[in-house]
């Protein structure tokens, strides 16, 4: 049994999951390989691994909102789906998802065409499983990827952990990881770095692994944690995320380290907030987030959450102290600073393919262009 979103929803009605309405949701998934050449220019990140590592579960969950449950009835993937993540999401680019049984070999296989306008590679390990055949095919992927594009990023999610014990979970990351590395090393890929992340849809641990794969294809990113910086500084606040509203990938945050139950909870904050408007502040379009949308929580242990509209697809959630919180004029002006610092880097109002660089187009595939218009 296949589960696809494909039919309208009903105004203001919205997913259990996320809480976010239907149209809310990212567009509308493609499984013909023909696309117009705008589209075909946008960046890629590839998803690939073997038959039921729970590549489609991942998609599904993070971009589409299905409740992690729904995900035991999807369909093994038969051909490659491309998702254009665009239509409400602040980065602009497309999810590849390949079948588990795909033949680097087979001449109808193009490495040249899906590996050279890729930005990251993210290759799913199922650590419920055994693993032997997966690292082979993991070594056998990013090696044909990497002598085709050098530029990608390769990323492992070693997936299904909400399974295993904290001990176990760090041994097996360190196994695959020793595992990877020395292939590598053995076919004289030295250079091939690749990422490792433990990842489960039952949690959030999901949504921050993915949060890092954008992070990096983003150029934008030093500039975004230094402002991040000067406003926390001067704002007194302890931790600031800046996040892509529908996803809830935190594109940027500050230097300060993240803690997991921080970011849990600004993620649930920002569920909080579409869940309230969807059922009381619903615009005439059918929106549930606008320039206006702005919120405060205040916890049982001094701790306040503070959420603020910077773009249509951007939000800021802060963690800071009642005390902190006191001075809330001073916040707002430099939220204000902050906010027009964002649009100038992000040249809001232009178009997304204004953003990117045109004048190295290989480079410029490797990082995602920003859907930046403000409400």
């Known amino acids: 049994m296949s589960i696809e979103y494909e039919e309208p929803a009903l105004p203001g009605s919205y997913d ?22 705008t589209s075909a220019d946008k960046p890629r990140i590839l998803l690939m691994g073997l038959r039921r590592s729970g590549k489609s579960s991942i998609q599904k969950v993070v971009f589409h909102k299905m409740s992690p449950n729904e995900t035991l009835f999807l369909e093994s993937t038969n051909k490659i789906y491309k998702d254009d993540i665009s239509a409400t999401s602040f980065v602009n680019f497309q999810i590849w998802d390949f079948p588990g049984q795909v033949d680097f070999f087979d001449p109808s296989f193009d490495s040249e065409m899906i590996f050279n306008g890729a930005g990251a590679l993210i290759f799913v390990i199922d650590a419920q499983d055994d693993y032997v055949e997966a690292l082979g095919r993991l070594h056998l992927t990013v090696s044909r990827a990497y002598k085709v594009n050098p530029d990608i990023n390769f990323e492992v999610f070693i997936h299904k952990v909400d399974g295993l014990s904290d001990d176990h979970k760090i041994e097996t990351q360190r196994d695959i990881h020793q595992r990877a590395n020395d292939d590598l090393a053995d076919a004289s890929l030295e250079k091939l770095h690749l990422s490792f992340y433990l990842t489960s849809i039952y949690d959030h641990s999901i949504f921050e692994a993915f949060s890092k794969v954008v992070q990096k294809l983003l150029p934008q990113l030093p500039t975004l944690e230094n402002l991040l910086n000067i406003f926390i500084s001067h704002s007194g606040i302890e931790k600031a995320f800046l996040f892509d509203v529908v996803s809830k990938i935190y594109i940027a945050t500050d230097s300060s380290p993240v803690d997991m139950q921080s970011y849990e909870l600004c993620c649930d904050m920002i569920d909080v907030v579409i869940d309230v408007s969807c059922i009381y502040g619903l615009m005439e379009d059918g929106s549930a987030y606008d320039k ?6 205040k916890l049982n242990n001094t701790t306040v959450l503070y959420l603020k509209e910077v773009t249509k697809f951007l939000a800021l959630v802060c963690i800071l102290r009642e005390e902190s919180f006191e001075r809330k004029g001073l916040i707002e002006y430099n939220f204000h600073c902050f906010r027009k610092a964002i649009h100038e880097v992000f040249e809001v109002g232009s178009p997304p393919q204004d953003v990117r660089s045109s004048r190295n187009h290989r480079m410029g595939l490797k990082y995602a262009g920003m859907n930046g218009s403000a409400v």
């Open 16 to 37: 259990v999951v996320g809480s976010f309405p239907k149209s809310f949701g990212y567009g509308v998934e493609e499984a013909d390989m023909e696309e117009s050449s």
């Open 292 to 297: 206006e949308s702005m919120a405060i929580i």
